[in-house]
Each structure stands twice: as structure tokens, then as C-alpha cells.
């Protein structure tokens, strides 16, 4: 897996993982009363409820062993369930990976009648640094896409606190003291390591340059959703049909 795309508790910083978590807590407050939900591209399932896709094998073995959640390894743009058999479906930052449209004509398939999705994106800022980046989107690109799927678009922000910032700061300088223990590798040996040590030393060199009581202090609060979208760093769009 790849450790800059994918959060992995126990490994990734623990800003990531709050920040995601926070966006899991809003999501089912929304749908708290939908009872059929599907988590597209849920990654290592450390949140899912309901039923998990994603396309790395890593990551839904790695769900299946850890979590109590249906894991299912499989293509968002080609889900395998039939229509209309989802109450709800949450997908957190997919939309920028894919093809958008394709996604979300499939996700408006499975879902029900008065189904919900709840997707987050980062906000467009500029050109994007990710090479896993297809598209990412401002607020109003992104509203009038959804627009073209769902009657009902609400877009929210998220944001983090002074505490969150330091963080990510210091989460910052962990990944350039990773990047160029990598760029040490002249003779590729890490391609050669267990996977188990090399999270092992991902983990430990992250942890020695990170700082980590600005890491563990966070909580899911330092990771508001709320309707300031100007500023955000991510989107939220709660859609219905």
C-alpha cells in the first residue's frame, strides 16, 4: 500500500487519521438512520459500516483481518451490486482519483430512490501536486457536477485548528525525512524488505521527526465541518436524490 494515499491506523500520522475519522463522524450523523450503506474505495476499512469496495488487495486484507465490516475487492466505476440497493453511500477523497462522471453515474445506479452520498474532495488551490490526482475541484465545480446526478447538493468545509496546523507542519517535515531516507536507496535494497519491517521504519522515522505530541493531541474536533468553503482545505457535499 502506498503510505501517502492510504491512511493506515497504527502507521499513518495521526493527523491524517483524525482528520478522516471527523469526516466518517459527520457523514454518519446524516445517514445514522440508513441502514444499507456502501463505503466506495474504503481503503483499509478503519471506518466502514455496512460494506466495504476497494480495488487494492492490500487494503481489503488487510480490512478483512482487522475489521468486523464486509469487505469486497472492486472497481468503483464498476460496482458489483445491483440497482437501486443502497440506502447510502459514503466515499471519501475518490472523486479526484477517477473519473468522476463514470463514478457517479454508478453510485446514482446502486442507490435507492431517496438514497444519500456523502463524498469528500480536496479543494482545488491551485495546480495539483498529486500525481494520483485525475481532477481535483473548486466548491462550485464540484456543486455543479453532483447538480447533474442529485436534486438535493449541499457542500461544506474542512478546516483544522491551530493545534492541526502544527501538526501538519510537522507531519511535513516526517515525509521529507522519509522522501530522502528513500532517495538514500541508490541500490533500490528496501524493494527487497519484508512489508512488515519496511512499515516498521516508515513508521519509526515518522514518529522520530514529526514531533509526535502535536500528532497525539489531536482529535477529530481539530477537524471542523461547517459551511466555510473559501478557506477549506477539504470539500464535503452531502447529495440526495
Not at 453532483?146 to 449541499?154: G, I
Amino acid at each position: 500500500m502506498d503510505f501517502a494515499e492510504r491512511v493506515i491506523p497504527g502507521i499513518t500520522s495521526n493527523y491524517m487519521l483524525k482528520q478522516s475519522l471527523a469526516r466518517y463522524a459527520f457523514a454518519y450523523k446524516i445517514i445514522k438512520n440508513k441502514k444499507i450503506i456502501l463505503d466506495a474505495a474504503c481503503g483499509t476499512g478503519y471506518a466502514t459500516t455496512g460494506v466495504g469496495i476497494d480495488n487494492d488487495p492490500e487494503a481489503i486484507a488487510f480490512a478483512q483481518k482487522h475489521y468486523k465490516a464486509k469487505y469486497i475487492l472492486g472497481d468503483v466505476l464498476k460496482i458489483p451490486f445491483e440497482d437501486k440497493h443502497f440506502d447510502a453511500v459514503t466515499s471519501f477523497e475518490t472523486i479526484e482519483h477517477v473519473n468522476a462522471k463514470s463514478f457517479l453515474a454508478e453510485v446514482k445506479r446502486v442507490l435507492k430512490k431517496n438514497g444519500v452520498l456523502v463524498l469528500s474532495t480536496p479543494r482545488k488551490n491551485g495546480p495539483s501536486n498529486s500525481p494520483y490526482h485525475v481532477k481535483e475541484f473548486s466548491s462550485s465545480e464540484l456543486k455543479g457536477l453532483l447538480k447533474k446526478y442529485f436534486k438535493s447538493v449541499k457542500i461544506y468545509g474542512q478546516g483544522s485548528s491551530k493545534n492541526a496546523q502544527k501538526a501538519w507542519e510537522d507531519f511535513l517535515d516526517s515525509q521529507e525525512s522519509r522522501e530522502k531516507l528513500i532517495g538514500f536507496d541508490l541500490l533500490s535494497f528496501c524493494k527487497f524488505l519484508p512489508k512488515e519491517l519496511k512499515e516498521h521504519i516508515w513508521k519509526y522515522f515518522g514518529n522520530l521527526f514529526s514531533k509526535r505530541k502535536t500528532q497525539e493531541g489531536l482529535t477529530e474536533k481539530d477537524f471542523p465541518i461547517n459551511g466555510n468553503i473559501d478557506s477549506c482545505q477539504t470539500l464535503i457535499a452531502v447529495c440526495s436524490q
